[in-house]
C-alpha cells in the first residue's frame, strides 16, 4: 500500500493536519494524488544533494508524467464528467512549470520535506490510534508472531538490497561523470596550464569528488545497517532450526510434531539470496575503488572488513541450515528410527536448507561413522558399505530442494585384529559400555561453494545404537528413548558412563508417545499414574527422580528377571501384535493395579470385568478380572494371563466370547458379562469376533465345525467360595500363580465338538496348528533371556569419565586461547587511578590498552587545511564488471581539494599525468 | 542561543527553541516539587512537552554522517542527543561571545549540531563544526577511537568549558557513580575506606577463574566481589608499617541517573596484541541493584532518590576486530519509545531482538557486540 493511500484513511484528526501540509500550494494535492506511486518511488533527499542535473530530469519526467495523466483522462471521458478536474490538473501543471523551471532542486526539495512530514502524521497516527486499527502503517509493524517476523525481516532485507543495488548504480554515475571531467581537466591542464579556466574547473571537480565521497560513505552506513538486521534475522532462523531439531528429536522417540522443513528452506534460501547479492554489492563496491580512489576514501577501510563480516554471517547460516531431514532409519525388522542392525540396510537424507548452488562445482557429500572420537575407548568400529560419499542433486522429481539420500548402505563392524571377537576382546571391554549403550554419530561433510565463497559444511546424525542380534533392539530402543527424552548433547557419545535421570513428568510422557507411536493411542492419566506408581512408589509426583537404571536395568517389580522397560515393551509388542483394535478403541484398561481394579469393579454389576496386562509376565500378558457377588459380597476372579503364546492361537475377543467357568456341578458359564464400566460383552467385543459360522443341522455335512474355546474350572476339591472374607477381599500381595481361593485353576485348552458322535479331534483342522497337547504355559519359560549375561559383566560406572570436562560442553568452537585471558589481571587494583574529586578516565589502564587506531596518515591538525588527496584515476572505465588488473605503476596525484564547506586555494602536482 | 545559525526559512521551529529555552529554565523548580507525585501517564507527556517542548518531542533519530572514522563519535554523540536529560542541560549553557570561543566550546558546538539536526531538514547532518572544534582539543578525526576513552574525553570536555557552575554540577551529578572502597589489613584488620568517583564502570567480562562470564548481572556481582591481595599486590598498612595481604572490597554509595557500563571485551594477550572478546554476555532491559549487589554493597545514601531499578536506554556496538571496526549506537527513544539503530548516516528502526543481537557469540568474531551500555534511573525515565 502505497503511503498516500494510508494517508486517505486517517482519521479526520490527522487527516487535516495533511490538509494543512498541503494548503500553501508548494505542490498541489491533485498531482500528489494522480503521481503518487511514481513520487513516492523517486529519492528526492538523494536527488536535492547531488548535483541539479537530476533534479532537472525528475522536473521533467514529472511533467511529462501529469500530461499522460491528462491525455488518459481526456481519453476515458467523451461526456467531459470531469472537466473540472482535467482542468485544475493542467492549470497545476501550468503552475508547476512555471515555478520550478528554473529551479527543479527547490521542487525536489519540498517533495522531500512533504514525504517526510506525511510520515511523521502517519506515525503520529498509528501511535495515537491502538493496534486494532485494521492496516497498521508499515513503520509500526505489529509483530504478532515469529513467523510474521521472519517473514518481514526477509522482506525488508530484500527491499534494502534491492535499494543498495540502484544506489550504487547512481554511485557509478556519479563516479564516470568524476572520471570523464577529471580526465576532461587533466587534458587541459597539460595542454594549457595558464587558463583561467582551470581553477573554476578544479572547483567543480572539487563539488563532485565531495558528493562522490558522501554518496560513498553513505552506501557504507547502510551496509553496516543491512549487516545489524540480517544479524538479527539470521539469529532467528536459527532459533527456528533449533526449534525444528528439537521436534525432530520428539519425533524420533514417538511424540506428534510437525518436522516439514519447506517454510525453514525458504527463508534459509531468501536470507543467503540476499547475503550473496550483498556479497556482490561488496565485490562492485571493490571494482569502483579500484576505479577512482581519493586521499580519505572510506572504501579500503571499511571494506574488508564488511566482507569479512558478510562471509562469516553467510557461512554461519550455511553451516546450521546443512540438516539431517530425516534420520537414519531402517526399513527392516524395526521401524523404530536410529536403531541400526549390522549388514542391515538403512537410509538417512541430508538437506542444505541454502537451494543455491553453482552448476559446475559438483556437491559431493561424505558419511562417515565416529569420525573424530579417538577417545571412545571399547566402542566396536564400523565401516559404512557400499560407498561413503554421494552427490547433492536439486530438485529431484520425487524430492525439491537440495538433498542426498543415502539409501542402501549399511554398517559392517570392523574385526579387531588379533584374537577376540566382538567388542575387541574381553580385556579391553574391561569397564566399557555394552553394546546397546554405546551411542554412535554419523557425520556428513560437504564442501559448499557458491559464487567463489567456499566453506566446508558438517552435520551429524542423532546418536544411533548398533545393535547384530535382533533381540537387542528393545534395550537398544531404552537407550535411544532415554538420551533423546533428556535432550542431551547429540556429541555427547558417552553419556551411558554416566546417564542423567529423567523426572517422572518427562518420563510419563515419552511413555504415552511410545504407545501412541506404535497403536495410535497414548496411555491417559490413570494409566500413567499406575506406571508411575510402579516406579515411584505409591506417592508419585511430576518431579520425582527415575534413574536409568530403574528404568531398564532393576528387576521390576523385585524379583522377578525383568525390568520396568522390557515388561513394557513386551506389553507394545503384544498390543502391535494382537491387540491393536482392541486397544485403539479403549477397551483394554491395561494399566491398573490389582487394588484399584478391584475397587473400580466392587461396585459394578455381578459379571462386570475388565481387561488388564499382567505384571508379572515377560513378555506381555493380558488378563480378565470380574466380579461375582456371594451373600452381598463381592467376590474378584481373574484367569491366568494370556501370553502372546495363547493369542497366536485364539483372538482375546474370541477367548472372552466363549469363556467358560467350569464348576463341577453347575452348567458351564460365561461370567464375562459387562465390559467396565457397564457395556454388555457382545457390545463392545462384537464387532471383533471372529466370523464364524453357526452349524446348520439342515445342511449334510461332512464335519460338523468346532471351536476352541477356554475353560476354567474350579478344582473339585477347592471349597465353593465358602471362606471368602468379607472384610478383606482384595489383598495386595497376592500372587496371581498361586491358586487362592480367588484364582482359577490353571487354563486348559479343551475342544468342544458340537457333535456328540464325533469325539475330540485334535488336529483335525490343518488351519489351526497348535495342538492342545502343547501346553501353552511352556513356550514362555523356554524364551531365554538373552539380556541377562550381558548385564553382569558391566561396569556403568567406568573409570573412562574423567576424560570428560563436564563444565564446558557448550563452547566447541570457541578459540582454544580464549576463555584463558592473561591479560585479565584478577590482581589489578581497579579504582586507585581515580581521583576522587572529578571522575577521570578511570578506563585509561595500561593493563588494558586500547584500540590502538589506524595512525593518522592524515592529521587534522586545522580544518582549514584538511586536504584531500586525490589518487590514482584509473581511466579504464569501460567494464565495469569486470577490471583490468590494477596497473602496476599507480599514478600519485597530490591534489589539495578542501573537505566540504571549506575550499582552500588548490595547489596542483602535474607530475604524473 | 543557536538562533544565530538557523535559516530564516524554518522561522517555526526557531520560534519553538525559544520558547523551550525559557520553559525549561521555569520548570527546573517545579521540576522539585512534583519529584515525588508519581503522575499519570498522561500527565507525564504534558510536563514532558512543557519541559523539553516541541523541538525535543519530536526528537526524530537524524543520522550523523561519517567525516572520517567518526562512527565512535557520531554514536556517542547520539546517545548524548537522544537523552533529553542531558539536551536539557545542554540547552541552558551560556553562548560564549566570540567567534572563536564559540569554535572553541564543545557543548556549544554540540548544541549547533543538535539544533541541525532537529531542524529536520535532513535525514543525515555533517558534524563537521564539532569535529573541528574538537580537532583543537587533540581529538582528531581519522583515528579509531576506543568508544569508552572517547566518552570520557567528551564527557570531561563538556563539563569542563561548561561556564555555569550550577550546570557544570548537574551534569556531573546525573552521571557520577559514587564508590567507596575499603582495604582491610589481613595482619591487624585496619580498615582504610577510601570513596571515589566514576563515570562509568568498567566491567570483567571473564571471572577470577577465566571463566567467561555470561550475564550482566554476574559482571557487577564479579566488579563488587571482594577481593584478597596477596603475594605482589600486597598494600602497605599503615599500623604494621608493612606491605600486608589484604581483602579489598567496594561499595557502591550513590548511584546516578544515568549510569554508564562498560564491558571489556578488549584485551591484551602477553605479546600486548590486543584481541577482542566476542562471546556472549546479556544484559537485561530492567537492572535492579537491590537484587544483583548484597545490602553491604550497595548502601543507597541520602542523596541518592529512589530505588536501584534502572531501565536500558542506550548499547554502543562494536563490531569488527580489535584493530578496526566500526561502531553503532541502539538507543531507546524516550519520546517514541522505539529502538533505533544508528549507524552513521544510516537510522532505522529496529525491535529488541536487534537489540539482543549486541549479546554476542563467541562463533562469529565479526558481528556487533555491546561496548557501552548506559542505564536510566526507573523514577527518571518515567516522570521527567
Redesign the interface.
Known amino acids: 500500500m502505497s503511503q498516500w493511500q494510508q494517508i486517505q484513511m486517517l482519521d479526520s484528526i490527522h487527516r487535516e493536519q495533511v490538509h494543512r501540509l498541503y494548503s500553501d500550494d508548494c505542490l498541489p494535492m491533485e498531482v500528489r494524488e494522480y503521481l503518487a506511486y511514481w513520487i513516492e518511488e523517486q529519492n528526492w533527499?538523494q536527488v536535492m544533494q547531488s548535483d541539479c542535473s537530476q533534479a532537472y530530469w525528475l522536473f521533467q519526467t514529472m511533467l511529462a508524467h501529469l500530461d499522460d495523466q491528462l491525455g488518459r483522462l481526456a481519453y476515458h471521458a467523451e461526456n467531459n464528467s470531469n472537466m473540472v478536474l482535467k482542468h485544475n490538473l493542467r492549470r497545476s501543471k501550468l503552475d508547476l512549470q512555471a515555478k520550478y523551471e528554473n529551479h527543479p532542486e527547490e521542487l525536489a526539495n519540498i517533495i522531500d520535506?512533504l514525504l517526510?512530514e506525511e510520515r511523521?502524521i502517519l506515525?503520529a497516527a498509528a501511535?495515537a490510534n491502538s493496534p486494532s486499527k485494521v492496516e497498521p502503517p508499515p513503520?509500526t509493524t505489529v509483530?504478532t508472531g515469529q513467523e510474521n517476523?521472519i517473514e518481514d525481516r526477509l522482506a525488508e532485507m530484500r527491499k534494502a538490497v534491492q535499494g543498495l543495488k540502484n544506489f550504487i548504480g547512481q554511485l557509478e554515475d556519479l563516479q564516470e561523470i568524476f572520471d570523464f571531467r577529471f580526465k576532461a581537466y587533466k587534458i587541459l591542464e597539460n595542454s594549457a596550464p595558464s587558463d583561467p579556466s582551470l581553477c573554476k574547473k578544479l572547483n567543480e571537480l572539487q563539488v563532485l569528488i565531495n558528493n562522490l565521497d558522501?554518496h560513498r560513505?553513505?552506501v557504507?552506513?547502510?551496509i553496516?545497517?543491512l549487516?545489524?538486521?540480517s544479524?538479527?534475522l539470521r539469529?532467528?532462523l536459527l532459533s527456528e532450526l533449533s526449534k525444528w531439531k528439537d521436534c525432530q528429536r520428539r519425533a524420533c522417540i514417538g511424540d506428534v510434531c510437525d518436522t516439514t522443513l519447506q517454510q525453514l528452506e525458504k527463508w534459509c534460501t531468501g536470507n543467503a539470496e540476499d547475503l550473496f547479492h550483498l556479497l556482490l554489492v561488496l565485490q562492485y563496491l571493490e571494482d569502483l575503488h579500484r576505479k577512482v580512489t581519493y586521499s580519505?576514501d572510506?572504501l579500503p577501510?571499511?571494506l574488508p572488513?564488511l566482507k569479512?563480516?558478510l562471509q562469516?554471517?553467510i557461512s554461519?547460516l550455511l553451516k546450521s541450515a546443512f540438516v539431517v531431514e530425516s534420520q537414519p532409519k531402517m526399513p527392516f525388522p524395526s521401524r523404530r528410527p536410529l536403531l541400526l542392525k549390522t549388514n542391515n540396510k538403512f537410509s538417512v537424507r541430508v538437506r542444505l536448507l541454502v537451494k543455491l548452488m553453482d552448476q559446475d562445482h559438483k556437491m559431493e557429500v561424505k558419511i562417515e561413522i565416529d569420525s573424530g572420537s579417538a577417545n571412545l575407548v571399547g566402542f566396536r568400529r564400523f565401516n559404512i558399505l557400499p560407498s561413503t560419499t554421494k552427490t547433492m542433486v536439486k530438485d529431484r522429481p520425487q524430492v525439491q530442494g537440495l538433498v542426498c539420500d543415502f539409501s542402501h548402505i549399511m554398517l559392517k563392524e570392523q574385526k579387531p585384529c588379533g584374537s577376540g571377537k566382538g567388542k575387541g576382546g574381553k580385556g579391553a571391554s574391561e569397564g566399557s559400555l555394552p553394546i546397546t549403550e554405546e551411542l554412535h554419530v554419523i557425520t556428513f561433510t560437504l564442501d559448499y561453494c557458491y559464487l567463489g565463497l567456499r566453506c566446508q559444511l558438517q552435520t551429524s546424525t542423532l546418536p544411533v545404537v548398533i545393535f547384530s542380534n535382533v533381540n537387542q533392539a528393545s534395550s537398544a530402543w531404552a537407550s535411544i528413548l532415554w538420551f533423546n527424552m533428556l535432550g542431551a548433547d547429540p556429541k555427547n557419545q558417552l553419556f551411558f558412563s554416566n546417564p542423567t535421570a529423567a523426572t517422572w513428568a518427562k518420563l510419563s510422557e515419552v511413555l504415552s508417545w511410545q504407545f501412541l507411536d506404535a497403536t495410535k493411542r497414548g496411555l491417559d492419566a490413570e494409566q500413567l499414574k499406575m506406571l508411575g506408581k510402579k516406579l515411584c512408589g505409591p506417592k508419585v509426583k511430576p518431579q520425582n527422580i527415575i534413574t536409568w537404571h530403574q528404568f531398564c536395568k532393576e528387576t521390576c517389580p523385585p524379583g522377578e528377571n525383568f525390568s520396568f522397560w522390557t515388561w513394557l515393551d513386551g506389553i507394545l509388542g503384544l498390543i502391535q501384535e494382537h491387540l491393536l483394535e482392541l486397544w485403539k478403541n479403549n477397551l483394554i484398561m491395561g494399566f491398573v493395579s490389582r487394588k484399584r481394579e478391584k475397587d473400580l469393579l466392587k461396585e459394578k454389576r455381578e459379571g462386570t470385568f475388565l481387561l488388564r496386562f499382567s505384571e508379572t509376565t515377560r513378555d506381555g500378558g493380558i488378563t480378565c478380572t470380574w466380579v461375582g457377588y456371594n451373600n452381598g459380597s463381592p467376590t474378584f476372579r481373574s484367569v491366568v494371563p494370556y501370553t502372546k503364546a495363547e493369542l497366536n492361537s485364539l483372538a482375546l475377543p474370541d477367548i472372552i466370547h466363549d469363556y467358560q467357568l467350569l464348576a463341577e456341578e453347575d452348567i458351564p458359564e460365561n461370567p464375562l458379562r459387562f465390559l467396565y464400566p457397564d457395556i454388555p460383552r457382545n457390545e463392545a467385543f462384537g464387532p471383533y469376533y471372529s466370523e464364524r459360522r453357526e452349524g446348520d443341522l439342515m445342511e449334510q455335512r461332512k464335519y460338523l465345525n468346532h471351536r476352541l474355546i477356554r475353560v476354567s474350572s474350579r478344582h473339585p476339591d477347592e471349597p465353593r467360595l465358602p471362606g471368602v472374607n468379607l472384610q478383606e477381599p482384595q489383598i495386595p500381595g497376592v500372587n496371581p500363580q498361586e491358586p487362592r481361593l480367588l484364582s482359577v485353576n490353571p487354563q486348559e485348552l479343551r475342544l468342544l465338538s458340537m457333535n456328540p458322535q464325533e469325539p475330540q479331534l485334535p488336529g483335525v483342522n490343518p488351519q489351526e496348528p497348535q495342538l492342545p497337547g502343547v501346553n501353552p504355559q511352556e513356550p514362555r519359560l523356554l524364551s531365554m533371556n538373552p539380556q541377562e549375561p550381558r548385564l553382569l559383566s558391566m561396569n556403568p560406572q567406568g573409570p573412562r569419565l574423567l576424560s570428560m570436562n563436564p563444565?564446558?560442553p557448550q563452547?566447541p568452537?570457541?578459540?582454544p586461547?580464549?576463555?584463558?585471558?592473561?591479560?585479565?589481571n584478577?590482581?589489578e587494583?581497579?579504582?586507585l587511578s581515580?581521583?576522587?574529586?572529578?571522575?577521570?578516565?578511570?578506563?585509561?589502564?595500561p593493563?588494558?590498552?586500547?584500540?590502538?587506531?589506524?595512525?593518522?596518515?592524515?592529521?587534522?591538525?586545522?580544518?582549514n587545511e584538511v586536504n584531500v588527496l586525490l589518487r590514482n584515476v584509473m581511466l579504464d572505465g569501460n567494464d565495469p564488471f569486470l577490471p583490468p588488473p590494477a596497473e602496476d605503476e599507480q599514478a600519485e596525484y597530490h591534489q589539495l581539494f578542501g573537505?566540504?564547506?571549506e575550499m582552500p586555494e588548490l595547489i596542483l602536482d602535474d607530475a604524473d599525468f | 542561543m543557536g538562533q544565530g545559525v538557523g535559516r530564516p526559512d524554518r522561522s517555526k521551529s526557531i520560534r519553538l527553541e525559544e520558547y523551550q529555552t525559557m520553559t525549561a529554565e521555569e520548570q527546573e523548580e517545579e521540576e522539585e516539587e512534583e519529584e515525588c507525585r508519581a503522575d499519570a501517564v498522561e500527565k507525564h507527556s504534558q510536563q514532558l512537552k512543557a519541559i523539553c517542548g516541541l523541538a525535543d518531542l519530536k526528537n526524530e533519530a537524524v543520522g550523523l554522517y561519517n567525516i572520517g572514522l567518526s562512527c565512535c563519535l557520531n554514536s556517542l554523540l547520539q546517545v548524548f542527543f537522544m537523552n533529553r536529560h542531558f539536551t536539557a542541560i545542554l540547552r541552558r549553557i551560556k553562548v560564549p561571545f566570540g567567534a572563536a570561543d564559540q569554535k572553541w566550546s564543545v557543548p556549544y558546538q554540540m548544541l549547533l549540531l543538535l539544533e541541525e539536526m532537529q531542524r529536520g531538514r535532513h535525514e543525515a547532518v555533517h558534524p563537521v563544526g564539532l569535529a573541528r572544534c574538537l580537532s583543537k582539543h587533540e581529538v582528531r578525526l581519522f583515528i579509531l577511537y576506543d568508544a569508552s576513552e572517547l566518552f570520557l574525553i567528551l564527557w570531561n570536555l563538556i563539563k569542563s568549558q561548561i561556564i555555569n557552575l550550577d550546570l557544570a554540577e548537574s551534569l556531573a551529578g546525573l552521571y557520577t557513580i559514587q564508590l567507596q572502597e575499603s582495604l582491610v589489613c589481613q595482619k591487624c584488620s585496619l580498615e582504610t575506606k577510601n570513596s571515589s568517583n566514576m563515570l562509568m564502570l568498567p566491567l570483567p567480562v571473564f571471572a577470577y577463574d577465566s571463566l567467561p562470564i555470561r550475564t550482566l548481572e554476574d559482571a557487577l556481582r564479579c566488579f563488587f566481589a571482594p577481593e584478597h591481595l596477596t603475594g605482589d599486590s600486597t598494600c602497605h598498612c599503615e599500623r604494621c608499617g608493612k606491605r600486608t595481604p589484604c581483602l579489598q572490597g567496594m561499595k557502591v554509595t550513590c548511584l546516578p541517573h544515568i549510569l554508564t557500563l562498560h564491558l571489556k571485551r578488549f584485551c591484551s594477550k602477553n605479546s600486548g596484541r590486543t584481541q577482542k572478546i566476542s562471546h556472549y554476555l546479556s544484559f537485561p532491559r530492567n537492572l535492579d541493584f537491590n537484587e544483583i549487589l548484597t545490602a553491604e554493597q550497595y548502601q543507597p545514601g541520602a542523596l541518592e532518590e529512589g530505588s536501584g531499578l534502572y531501565d536500558l536506554f542506550a548499547v554502543v556496538a562494536h563490531s569488527g576486530s580489535a584493530n578496526f571496526g566500526h561502531y553503532c549506537a541502539y538507543i531507546w527513544s524516550l519520546t517514541e519509545h522505539k529502538w533505533y539503530c544508528f549507524n552513521d548516516s544510516s537510522v532505522c528502526q529496529v525491535s529488541w531482538d536487534d537489540v539482543r543481537c549486541t549479546f554476542g557469540n563467541a562463533g562469529l568474531r565479526w558481528s556487533e557486540t555491546a561496548y557501552l551500555l548506559v542505564y536510566l534511573k526507573k523514577e527518571l525515565a518515567a516522570a521527567v
Open positions: 533527499n520535506g517526510r511523521a506515525a501511535t513503520d509483530i517476523n558522501r560513505k553513505d557504507l552506513a547502510q553496516q545497517a549487516l545489524g538486521r544479524d538479527t539469529d532467528l580519505g572510506p577501510l571499511q572488513q569479512q563480516r562469516e554471517q554461519c563444565q564446558e563452547l568452537g570457541v578459540n586461547q580464549e576463555p584463558r585471558l592473561p591479560g585479565v584478577p590482581q587494583p581497579r579504582l581515580v581521583n576522587p574529586q572529578e571522575p577521570q578516565l578511570p578506563g585509561v589502564n593493563q588494558e590498552p586500547q584500540l590502538p587506531g589506524v595512525n593518522d596518515a592524515f592529521p587534522l591538525d586545522n580544518m573537505l566540504p564547506h
